[in-house]
């Protein structure tokens, strides 16, 4: 009764999704506020029978009920609890699934909290928002329905892909979602406001806090995507280009640069047309991740062509909705009002750069992400874009914008003074140039640039600094004024300084563990001693354990440094008998920012064992800065207020360009 | 009955869900405008110039900007007024009350199953399972639940393995057979049953691998007779029929009377006692079992045969009819070179014995390898 209550509960979703999608419409078309209001009440209905079916499946598999051919597929009696409800979302139908809820989550809150929004554009937005979610759910009842039965019932499942049974996807499939389809918000926004016509101030107010929370939870996503991988997958790689982590990088950057152009918008009523695009973008991009990694198409193009269904239906609703959202573009950005005007050396000039470098990164990304499924389609031949690759052409683009960062924040709206922003970052640049001496001159080894980036990532961080050191006036005013402006400063200022800070201490990680970290291969016997970055690991033992469906084999190792006994670190090698397959669990010691990782390869039969030591240092900031941006992002969501972006007058005669 | 009790209430909810705004009529809501948001960023400005966030100045010129933004939406909303359209609320409430209903009928019952009820595991144990083969498999889950947990159960490993052979699970029964070994011992018995479970999961061809097994199985104990029977089968399969021959005379002089693998090892051996020079070195069981199985697995099992007569004529390189055999077998499989390598490898080996070498030269001519 549950199974089928819950697809039930789907299938009805769907008929008020196909309601929503067009009766506010026809609402809006003829000003009726009751046939507008419809929108609002099948939102909240919908979330409430997808949250209903999502539960359901939930039940399903706690209960371990195999007659479910979702359940026997991903689940085992035997599964620890916690990974029995995240293995709901461990599969293609049960994420599926929870992609459709947060999308009718997201769709709930613009009904539910949308109280300042006019009418008619709650009406499209929800209309839109409809859209995508009938599409979804047509998805996934005809090609990826959770709820099939079998009719004789297994009576013991084929259990979970070992190395997803881990914390990881507990936390980090939903967080990416809630950023992917927190995007589609903004893209019903964009579509909505296209639709009608017009794009007005309340667009811009609501349209930034939906990117901004959609982008705090992608970034965290990807952190801990990446995190998970580096501790789980056994090799202590962090990020691999991989199409899959492309795919999520992509909206990212979209998205990202969407949160940038929203400011200028809402603060300055400014470069609408372009915010609009990158919203249709963004969310396209997000569409297409999701295509990329459901479909199978990156496994093998030819295997996506064996089993055609889903991929086709997903590039139908990605063709649909990309295509038919860009030609809505074409046909009506002309008629949207222009926004205000700036000088090219302003907050918004260099808002518009940081975009276009963005952008244009994205592209990048985008064209190493599909040129080698195109050259596999048209050629049939297999290759894959590398670092190699990215290290020429994202990693320049990267710099620059990072360069630029601490510019903005201290430029003035509508025209500013690049020399005097200039000699006030002049203590940053210092600090810059002072922390590169010091690298070159304490560290040996390691590529010439490394140096120079970090660098470049001290004065991002030293830059946040001084905006935040001029806005209150440190040093400059008695330290209780300080603390008494400080406290008075917009949240948002805080947060913008949080998160580009953030980006410098990311910087910081990433270039001092693929420089310097330090690695240590070999067969070890008991008590043999391995020498890493002036750590002592001597392998105490091996012992077998009984975990609840697996056996492990752990690895018993002392650590010290210069005879001082540090700790005890035990990595482990799980093996699962139902999938006959095993995992690595690396064992990691944190010193610091800095941590040694331990993973294990395969024993001989001499009771050796095969082992991987790294030592990589500052390894954690790569995560924290992620965190701190995230931060940053929350602050800034958190600010309630009003956004203006005060401008500065006119002083001298300048030349204003238009803002499209 | 329940569920399509509940299944009503959910339609009767979803479709409340629509008719409940359209009764409510053309309630002004408190929405939001364009108008609103100016005069809030105006309130704004002054909090900020107050708090000192903003110069003098800035404020001013911020205030302009907003203020003509504000004239302009004052302006452009005035001309839109709500209206209400009965006809058309009544058309969307007709849609909910009868459209609703079809559209979720018409997906879920081609989809759903009403009929099946749910099957929770706690409740399965309790006669759940339908018929004998149900509760056996019932049992086997049972017995590698408690096997996963107490893994140096020996006994455990003997009860299941047996069972998952006869299941057809020969992949599983190889591990299980494997594990009772490993916890109970090793004994004739046994290695020749996992032999038995090696040869089941490769479809009938004993080998290297099981052929090792009953070997051992042999060394233990000379007159295990399964040990024995697949010894010949082997020899058979290698096309040594005369060693097969022997081997199975020798089982049925040693057997008792009633053993009941007697018929079995007699119609093997009049098998090839009979049987002339046949070519390829497949018994009547290989062929049938090769037929049965889709293409991969057949060449598997011809280049596993293939190989197997490739090592034995390393060792022992006097028999011509076996060498030409292996020609002829990589010119069927169309690997020419490895053919004329094998030709190459039978003229060094029967090179001193100038009666063979003829014979073998013959034989290549035939087959089209060379003068």
């Given at each position: 009764?549950i ?15 196909l309601i929503q999608?067009f009766v506010p419409?026809?609402?809006a ?12 009440s ?17 039940t ?7 007659s479910?051919a979702?359940?026997?597929e ?7 609890l ?9 599969n293609?139908e049960?994420s ?16 539910a909290f949308g109280?300042n929004?006019?009418?008619s554009l709650?009406?499209h ?6 859209w995508i979610?009938?599409a ?18 297994p ?10 049974q ?7 499939p939903p967080?990416?979602?809630?950023g992917?389809?927190g995007?589609?918000?903004?893209f019903?926004f964009a579509?909505?406001?296209?639709i009608e ?5 309340a667009?811009a107010r609501w349209?930034r ?8 939870f992608?970034?965290?996503?990807i ?15 962090w990020w ?6 492309n795919?999520?990088?992509m909206?990212w950057?979209?998205g990202t640069?969407l949160l ?6 809402e603060?300055r009523n ?5 915010t ?17 990694v459901?479909?199978?198409v990156?496994?093998?193009?030819h ?10 239906f997903?590039l139908l ?8 959202s860009?030609?809505?573009f074409?046909?009506?950005a002309?008629s949207?009002k222009q926004?205000?005007?700036f000088?090219?050396?302003?907050r918004e000039?260099?808002?518009v750069l940081?975009n ?11 064209f190493?992400?599909l ?6 389609v ?10 190699p690759?990215y ?7 990267f710099?620059?914008?990072l ?5 903005g924040p201290?430029l003035a ?5 690049l020399?005097?922003?200039?000699q006030?970052l002049?203590a940053?640049g210092v600090?810059?140039l002072?922390?590169?001496?010091i690298?070159?001159g ?20 030293a830059?946040?600094?001084t905006d935040m050191?001029?806005r ?5 005013l008695?330290f ?5 402006r400080a ?5 948002s200022a805080?947060?913008t300084?949080f998160?580009?800070?953030g980006l ?7 270039v001092c ?5 330090s ?16 750590y ?6 091996l012992?077998?354990?009984q975990g609840?469906?697996?056996r492990?084999?752990i690895?018993?190792?002392?650590v010290?440094?210069?005879?001082d006994?540090?700790s ?6 799980r093996s699962?008998?139902?999938?006959g ?7 990691l010691l944190?010193r610091g920012a800095?941590?040694?990782y331990?993973?294990?390869g395969d024993?001989t039969?001499?009771?050796a ?6 030592h990589?240092?500052?390894v ?7 965190v701190?941006?995230?931060f940053?992002g ?17 002083r001298a005669k ?7 | 009955?329940?569920?399509w009790?509940?299944?009503?209430l ?5 479709i409340?869900a ?18 609103a948001v100016?005069?809030?960023?105006l ?5 900020d110039l107050?708090?000192g966030l903003?110069a003098l100045p800035?404020?001013e010129?911020a205030?302009?900007?907003i203020?003509?933004r504000?004239?302009?939406a004052?302006?452009?909303e ?10 058309w ?8 009350l009868?459209?609703l ?19 929770p595991?706690a ?9 004998t083969a149900q ?8 017995v590698q639940?408690?096997l ?9 490993w ?7 052979e006869r299941?057809?699970?020969f992949?599983?029964?190889v ?13 004739a018995?046994r290695r020749?049953?996992?032999?038995e479970?090696?040869?089941a999961?490769a479809?009938?061809?004993v080998t290297?691998?099981?052929?090792t ?14 040990a024995?029977y ?10 040594r029929?005369?060693?097969?021959a022997?081997i ?7 057997a ?5 693998w ?9 098998r090839v006692?009979?049987?002339g020079?046949t070519?390829?070195?497949l018994?009547?069981?290989t062929?049938?079992a090769?037929k049965e199985?889709?293409?991969?697995d057949?060449n598997?099992?011809?280049r ?8 034995r004529?390393?060792?022992?390189g006097?028999?011509?009819e ?7 077998a990589?010119?069927?499989m ?5 053919a004329?390598?094998?030709s ?7 090179a001193k ?9 013959e034989g ?8």
């Open positions: 009764m199974a089928e209550a819950g697809h039930y509960a789907l299938v009805l979703a769907l008929a008020l999704a999608s419409l026809i609402g078309r003829l000003r009726d506020p009751a046939l507008m209001n419809v929108a609002r099948t939102a909240l209905a919908q979330l409430l029978f997808v949250g209903a079916s999502f539960i359901a499946l939930v399903l598999h706690v209960n371990s009920d195999f479910v979702n359940v026997y991903n689940s085992h009696s035997m599964k620890p916690i990974y029995k409800i995240t293995g709901v979302w461990g293609h049960g599926m699934l929870l992609w459709v809820s947060i999308l009718a989550l997201f769709g709930g809150l613009v009904a109280n929004l006019p009418l709650r009406a937005v929800l209309a839109v928002q409809a979610a009938s979804f759910y047509l998805f996934i009842l005809i090609t990826s329905n959770p709820f099939l039965r079998i009719v004789n019932p009576i013991e499942g084929r259990d979970l892909n070992p190395v997803l881990d914390i990881g996807l507990a936390v980090h967080m990416l979602y809630l992917y389809v995007f589609s918000i903004s019903s579509i909505a406001a296209l016509g017009r794009i007005d101030a667009w349209v806090p939906w990117t901004l929370m959609a982008w705090i992608l970034t965290l996503g952190a801990m995507g990446s995190y998970w991988a580096y501790y789980e997958l056994g090799w202590g790689g691999f280009w991989d199409p899959v982590e795919a999520s990088l909206p950057l979209a640069a940038h152009s929203a400011l200028v918008m603060k400014a470069l609408k047309v372009w609009i695009l990158l919203s249709i973008l963004t969310f396209s991009l997000s569409l297409l991740g999701t295509f990329l459901r479909s199978g990156i496994t093998s193009v295997a996506f062509a064996n089993d055609p269904t889903r991929g086709v997903i609703i990605l063709c649909l909705f990309i295509g038919g860009l030609s809505l074409a046909g009506r002309t949207l926004g205000g005007l000088a090219p050396i302003s000039g260099a808002l940081n276009l470098l963005l952008t244009v990164a994205c592209a990048v990304v985008l190493g992400t040129y080698p499924l195109a050259m596999e048209l050629a049939d031949f297999k290759m894959s874009v590398g670092a690759f290290n020429l052409t994202f990693v320049p683009l710099a620059l914008l360069l630029a960062v601490p510019f201290m709206w509508k025209r500013g003074d020399l005097g922003v200039t006030r002049l940053a600090a810059g002072v922390v590169i001496a690298v070159w304490w560290t040996r080894g390691g590529s010439a640039l490394a140096p120079l980036a970090i660098g470049l990532g001290v004065f991002v961080i830059g946040a600094v050191a001029e209150t006036g440190l040093f400059r008695p209780m004024t300080t603390l008494h406290r008075g400063l917009p949240r805080w947060g300084a998160a580009h800070a410098g201490v990311a910087l910081i990680g990433i563990e693929t420089t310097w970290n690695e240590y291969i070999a067969t070890m016997k008991p008590n043999d001693v391995a020498q890493v970055a002036g002592e690991l001597k392998l105490d033992g012992l077998e354990r609840p469906n697996y492990e084999m690895a018993q190792f002392n010290s440094r210069d005879g006994m540090l005890v670190m035990t990595p482990s090698k699962f008998t139902t999938r397959s095993s995992t690595t669990e690396a064992a944190t800095s941590q040694l331990i993973s294990l024993a039969a001499e009771g064992i095969a082992v991987r030591i790294y990589k240092p500052l954690l900031m790569i995560w924290w800065g992620p701190l941006m995230a940053g929350v602050l800034s969501l958190s600010d309630r207020r009003l956004r203006v972006g005060a401008p500065k007058p006119a300048q030349r204003l360009q238009p803002a499209e | 009955m329940t569920l009790f509940v299944f009503a959910m339609t009767v909810a979803a409340f629509v008719l409940w705004p359209l009764g409510r009529g053309a309630r002004p809501d408190n929405q939001g405008s364009e108008v100016y005069k809030d960023q309130a704004e400005i002054e909090r107050a708090a903003i800035e404020a010129a205030r302009v900007e203020s003509r504000l004239l302009a004052a302006g452009s005035s001309a839109r007024v709500p209206t209400s359209s009965l006809r609320r009544r058309a969307a409430a007709v849609l909910a009868v459209g209903p079809l559209v979720a009928a018409a997906i879920y019952v081609p989809l759903g199953s009403p009929a099946l009820r749910d099957f595991l409740q399965r144990g309790r006669g759940a399972g339908s018929g509760s056996l498999e019932n049992l086997v889950v049972q639940q408690h996963e947990k107490n893994p140096a159960d020996g006994r455990g003997n009860v299941l393995a047996p069972v998952l299941l057809g699970r992949d599983e029964a591990r299980a057979y494997r594990s009772s070994i490993t916890y109970n011992g090793e004994s018995e020749s049953d996992l032999g479970a090696i040869t999961a479809s009938g061809v290297a691998e099981a052929k097994e009953f070997e051992r199985a042999h060394a233990l104990n000379a007159d295990d007779p399964k024995n697949f010894l010949g089968l082997a020899a058979e399969q290698d096309g029929k005369d060693d097969a022997n199975w005379r020798a089982l049925l002089a040693k008792p009377a009633d053993a009941p007697r018929p079995l090892v007699q119609t093997s051996l009049a006692g009979s049987g020079v070519m390829p070195a018994s009547d069981e062929i049938a090769s199985m889709n293409d991969g057949r598997a099992m011809i596993s045969m293939v190989e197997r007569l490739a090592t004529l390393k060792q022992n006097d028999d011509v076996g060498w030409l055999r292996l020609v002829r990589y010119l069927v169309g690997d020419r070179d490895k004329q390598g094998a190459t490898d039978a003229r060094q080996a029967v014995d100038s009666e063979r070498l003829r014979q073998l030269n290549l001519k035939t087959l089209g390898l060379d003068g």
